[in-house]
Nanobody, 115 residues
Framework: QVQVVESGGGSVPPGGSLRLSCAAS????????MGWYRQAPDRQRELVAA???????NYADSVKGRFTISRDNAKNAVYLQMNNLKPEDTAVYHC?????????WGQGTQVTVSS
């Protein structure tokens, strides 16, 4: 059974930081690309950051220079370090594991940036 579970969300003031974690089980993690997506109320889900099985990364323009995605294959985990958070970063953040044929999503973790 495949499980993808996010953690680390919360409420922070503008300029604050959070580190999201995503743990995946039931898959050959090192062969999967991983991505962080977010969905704000009344908006479509959008890609925030992604990392390939080989470690290459890409980011949405809106988070470049502020967010960093990383992975630890030994722990079957992917992380999203978020710095200098802005109110527009408020959303539910979802983790996705995919290998080109199969995709698995987590339930999401809420991030709220507000003073």
């Amino acid at each position: 059974q495949v499980q993808v579970v996010e953690s680390g969300g919360g409420s922070v003031p503008p300029g604050g930081s959070l580190r999201l974690s995503c743990a995946a089980s039931g898959i050959m993690f090192k062969l999967y690309a991983m991505g962080w997506y977010r969905q704000a109320p009344d908006r479509q889900r959008e890609l925030v950051a992604a990392i390939t099985s080989g470690g290459s990364t890409n980011y949405a323009d809106s988070v470049k220079g502020r967010f960093t995605i990383s992975r630890d294959n030994a722990k079957n985990a992917v992380y999203l370090q978020m710095n200098n958070l802005k109110p527009e970063d408020t959303a539910v953040y979802h983790c996705k594991a995919h290998n080109g044929r199969l995709a698995y999503w987590g339930q999401g973790t809420q991030v709220t940036v507000s003073s």
